[in-house]
């Protein structure tokens, strides 16, 4: 059984599957190089095929992350009411919702939009619509290690639900209970990051980040803003005071100001104690909410595994108190944003009546497209650049990144998701005291207060970090030990934490070689490894954009496969 999984709104993205396997996945801001992009993912589709080797009439079914048919009553219900309060509310809302209105003809219309893609290869297909946070769960479960597990999605807003519990055994996921548009954590989250100058549902990374130079002197304000109800694990959002919609267009309630002792944030404006305070209280409001819902709609909470899916999982922090505070068995899908549910989708569409379904653990993100020999030399001939082919390039590149470099490292098939794991990466040395400053400011042209992660050899991990356990995909934050407060300054955060990808000669061959060389030469197994992009940019896809990255940044060597490249 061959499935096309869709994600057609934000980070959109198509994925195929086979009997249970992820033979692709792409987004598609990686092929039309807009960042977050929202639509039918077109170009995605067709690249899937290609990668996969297939035909579309191949293709047996086809499933989307999304139901346009369904929370239609909440979402009107939830505006009207809301518009006896602020009319301002209703007008954004409106605005809002003609997009959201533009999607679902896309889905509805799918199979007449694609035949215009697909042409001459074009026949309809069986079309199933998969609850959002359905797809979401399905990401996260059906690729786990685990044969049974508790499942949690959180994000802005599915259908109508925001946050929703589940549990997992062998192919199947039975739904326990859902949280409600308008109470959604995700949204939260967002409204704070726009209120303090960041970009919403694209920048709440920053906050994080920041978060960890603050203190939690706002715990008042979010206690306000969240009301918990233990008893029942559930809490509603305090929506007069701030809300999403609103925030979106720049607009804050007069009192929720006055609390904050704050003005809106100016875009590159100074960031003071107070931003940092409240992006801390922030912080420690989601962790304090996500553990309530956890203990209380999970009754072997902490004793079974935890799956995990949704945008508000790509937080690191979270996700290394999760694993460190409430369970050890703990797996987050690596694509845990809307980019996930094209594979979530299909996986879940896959394993109904297919008897060649098996569930995989997924253990590698790479399933974009490889590029050939040939494309990277005639990317290479196109511009003015110094090349040549390496007889060793983790010699040659381990020896660049000990000696102070910053390198761009292109390898193998592109990655699936918001972070670079050794495909698409740009690499430099962790031990640097000057090294995190360089990249922001030269490179990456980014906030000075923003930390970097780290690719490290999975059997050093465990001598570097607290409470350490296996982190494949970077999505959980570790505290280094005392012994190595001050060893690695350049990937080492305010707090003396680090978010951690862990590599093994299974996961990543040329990825492990290389820092096995790395150790050789410096005597540690670690580098400093960020997504190979500008500030603000998709991460690259192709040798051309490589270079044309190379060639606009101070990146001082770009790595192609075995093409050492530099400027002339």
């Not at 190089?33 to 079914?61: F, Q, T, W």
């Not at 912080?283 to 203990?295: A, K, N, P, Y």
Request: proline fraction near 2%; charged fraction near 25%.
């Amino acid at each position: 059984m061959i499935t096309l999984g869709l994600s057609i709104f934000a980070d959109s993205s198509a994925g195929i599957i086979k009997d249970g396997e992820i033979l692709c996945a792409v987004e598609e801001e990686r092929l039309n190089r807009i960042k977050h992009y929202e639509g039918l993912p077109r170009l995605s589709v067709l690249e899937c095929l290609n990668n996969a080797g297939l035909d579309y009439k191949e293709i047996d079914r086809i499933a989307i992350g999304w139901n346009p048919l369904k929370g239609w009553t909440r979402r009107i219900g939830v505006s009207l009411i809301s518009s006896f309060f602020d009319m301002q509310f209703l007008t954004h809302k409106l605005l809002r919702g003609d997009n959201y209105i533009k999607g679902c003809k896309n889905i509805l219309f799918l199979n007449k939009i694609l035949g215009q893609d697909i042409k001459s290869n074009f026949q309809k297909k069986k079309i199933k619509y998969v609850n959002h946070h359905l797809a979401h769960s399905a990401s996260a479960y059906l690729t786990s290690p685990f044969e049974s597990a508790n499942i949690i999605v959180a994000d802005g807003i599915g259908e109508s639900e925001t946050i929703s519990f589940f549990t997992g055994h062998e192919n199947r996921i039975n739904k326990i209970k859902s949280i409600k548009y308008p109470h959604s954590l995700g949204h939260l989250y967002a409204s704070i990051t726009g209120f303090l100058g960041f970009k919403m549902t694209s920048d709440e990374g920053k906050v994080m980040a920041l978060a960890s130079y603050g203190e939690d002197t706002y715990r008042d304000l979010f206690d306000d803003l969240v009301k918990t109800d233990y008893e029942n694990g559930t809490f509603r959002l305090n929506i007069k005071l701030l809300d999403y919609h609103l925030a979106r267009n720049g607009i804050f309630k007069d009192e929720f100001i006055k609390k904050t002792e704050l003005e809106q944030r100016k875009k590159d404006g100074e960031i003071n104690k107070k931003h940092k305070d409240l992006a801390c209280s922030l912080q420690r409001c989601i962790e304090r909410v996500i553990f309530l819902l956890l203990r209380k709609n999970f009754p072997d909470a902490g004793g079974k595994p935890l799956c995990a899916a949704g945008g508000l999982f790509l937080n690191s922090v979270l996700n290394g108190k999760i694993l460190t505070e409430f369970t050890d068995k703990y797996y987050v899908f690596p694509a845990a944003g809307d980019n996930g549910v094209s594979v979530g989708s299909a996986l879940y569409l896959n394993s109904f009546g297919n008897s060649n379904f098996k569930k995989q653990i997924l253990n590698d993100l790479s399933l974009g497209r490889l590029y050939s020999e040939e494309e990277i030399i005639k990317a290479l001939k196109s511009y003015p650049v110094k090349y040549n082919k390496s007889q060793n390039i983790f010699d040659d590149t381990a020896n660049l990144i000990v000696s102070g470099k910053v390198i761009g490292w292109f390898s193998g098939r592109m990655e699936f998701g918001p972070r670079a794991l050794g495909s698409r990466s740009i690499l430099a040395s962790a031990l640097s005291d000057k090294m995190k400053e360089k990249v922001n400011s030269k490179i990456k042209h980014r906030e000075e207060f923003r930390p970097f992660a780290c690719a490290v050899l999975r059997d050093e991990a465990d001598n570097y970090f607290e409470n350490f356990q296996d982190s494949v995909f970077m999505l959980k934050v570790f505290r280094f030990k005392k012994s190595f407060t001050n060893t690695f300054p350049a990937v080492s955060h305010v707090d003396n934490t680090c978010r951690i990808q862990t590599v093994t000669e299974t996961n990543n061959p040329r990825f492990y070689k290389l820092l096995l060389k790395i150790k050789e030469l410096s005597g540690y197994g670690i580098v400093l490894n960020t997504s190979l992009n500008d500030n603000g940019q998709p991460i690259v896809n192709t040798p051309i954009e490589a270079v044309e990255l190379l060639l606009k940044t101070d990146i001082e060597a770009m790595i192609l496969e075995n093409y050492m490249v530099t400027k002339l």
